[in-house]
């Protein structure tokens, strides 16, 4: 099983990326996928999941990023606009589903002032 996330960049604050997480062995419909975030010298903090029917945000992003699945293509993605300087970090997807519990490696956001 492999997620793999991409499509981060550097951009400028007010600017807008879209981070993909490409699920590739195992289908998550089903289940849980969720984005953390992780910055440095702070801990691994969650940012957005997406579930049967529900979606869930941190306090810090709600309203600014929309998670989103198309399930025929096995794809999560992360919209994220108004984005501001503390979002900058090492983006994760993590896939979750009964006892199968697998993360990505991170891809880069940076978001200039």
């Known amino acids: 099983v492999q997620l793999q996330a991409s499509g981060g960049g550097l951009v400028q604050a007010g600017g807008s990326l879209r981070l993909s997480c490409a699920v590739s062995?195992?289908?998550?419909?089903?289940?849980?996928v969720g984005w953390f975030r992780q910055a440095p010298g702070k801990e691994r903090e969650f940012v957005a999941a997406?579930?049967?029917?529900?979606?869930v945000y941190a306090d810090s992003v709600k309203g600014r990023f929309t998670i989103s699945a198309v399930n025929a293509e096995n794809t999560h993605y992360l919209q994220m606009n108004s984005l501001k300087p503390e979002d900058t970090a090492v983006y994760y997807c993590?896939?979750?589903?009964?006892?199968?519990?697998?993360w990505g490696q991170g891809t880069q956001v940076t978001v200039s002032s």
């Open positions: 993590r896939g979750v589903r009964g006892p199968y519990d697998y």
């Open positions: 997406i579930m049967p029917g529900r979606t």
């Open positions: 062995g195992r289908t998550f419909s089903a289940g849980t």
